[in-house]
């Protein structure tokens, strides 16, 4: 009986750690990985990652996080912050993130990287459009997948937990 009750207590004190670490402010990584669906440059591809920091974020409603860090491989150059026509942004509703809004009007083609709406549905995902000046347009895939860094935590802190009960 004893040893039910140390175990439940390890158990609660493990969770209230981890909720504790998880709601805390964290620097979060995406990988970006696209490729065009249409226009003149279907079949081009880009990649890149994106960081930014949770702390701002209050989980309700529609909020906007300046990126810490962006970088986007496309067309044989590399565009970051500083190539953002205005300061890119993680976009959220009530905590979800939706995609992320970022635009280049300085290079031809110009591009935007656009977030979902967040309203739902099949077609409501994260984009990327473009506009060469010779006025073809066209639009392109969009993944942001999370790097498993916090994942990897948790993981790491469960297996601990259950080395820690094996030995006892």
Known sequence: MLRKVKTAV???VFALLMMS??????MVRYSIDGVLDSG??????????????TASLTYTGAESVNLAEFSLAFLANTFDISSADFAPTAEFLDGKFLGVSYSVSTFDPQFALVASSGLGGVADKPYFAYTTLLGDSGFGSLELVPEPASM????IGLAGMGVFRRYR
């Open 10 to 12: 390890s158990v609660s």
């Open 21 to 26: 670490s998880m709601a805390q402010a964290a």
């Open 40 to 53: 003149a440059l279907q079949g081009e591809t880009y990649s890149g990652f994106l960081r930014f920091d």
């Open 152 to 155: 990897a935590l948790f993981a």
